[in-house]
Antibody, heavy 117, light 109 residues
């Protein structure tokens, strides 16, 4: 069965850093593009970042220059290094599989990031 | 940036009703549109991709249509399990730009 499990969320002060991880199982991780999508509780979905199978990376304007997406295919893992965190980054962060650019077909359960002093 | 606008924001309906949710793009996105269903406390679930392709395992009462700037998600006969929030999403695989609509909450009348 295909699974994505996020970890690494927590409480961090403004200006701090956090690294999210996503463990994939049940599929050939290396051939899929992967996304991070976030959601402020009670609000809508916001795309954060994408990494292609070849390692090409893309970011939303709201996180570009502060967040870094990466992957380690041998460990079937996806990461999101979040730096210079702001209160507005507070959200549930989902790890999501991309189906060849057509849509996002598998979602993790999410990990919560809270940026507060 | 491409903006996605859903209407209505909230929809009240009864079991058995036929409902339609509209999503409009600020510029043409061809058929690069997906629809997701999200229930409280859960991750979104893919329903439709490429505007009208039904994801495997999704009931056939869900259908999508449209192209260019206007798209619709139709549920032919509402079931109790369908009351949830629905999001459209455009995807541009060339610029790697992805935008969600603001969501439509489908409530029980």
């Amino acid at each position: 069965e295909v699974h994505l499990v996020e970890s690494g969320g927590g409480l961090v002060q403004p200006g701090g850093s956090l690294r999210l991880s996503c463990a994939a199982s049940g599929f050939s991780f290396s051939i899929y593009g992967m996304h991070w999508v976030r959601q402020v509780p009670g609000e809508g979905l916001e795309w954060v970042s994408f990494i292609g199978p070849a390692g090409d990376t893309h970011y939303s304007g709201s996180v570009k220059g502060r967040f870094i997406i990466s992957r380690e295919n041998a460990k079937k893992s996806l990461y999101l290094q979040m730096n210079s965190l702001r209160a507005g980054d507070t959200a549930v962060y989902y790890c999501v599989r991309d189906i060849n650019g057509d849509a996002m077909d598998v979602w993790g359960q999410g990990t919560t990031v809270t940026v507060s002093s | 940036d491409i903006q996605m606008t859903q209407s209505p924001s909230t929809l009240s309906a009864s079991v058995g009703d036929r409902v339609t949710i509209t999503c409009r793009a600020s510029q043409s996105i061809s058929r690069y549109l997906a629809w997701y269903q999200q229930k409280p406390g859960k991750a979104p679930n893919l329903l439709i991709y490429k505007a009208s392709s039904l994801e495997s395992g999704v009931p056939s009462r869900f259908s999508g249509s449209g192209s260019g700037t206007e798209f619709t998600l139709t549920i032919s006969s509402l079931q109790p399990d369908d009351f949830a929030t629905y999001y459209c999403q455009q995807y541009n695989t060339y610029s790697r730009e992805y935008t969600f609509g603001q969501g439509t909450k489908l409530e029980i009348k």
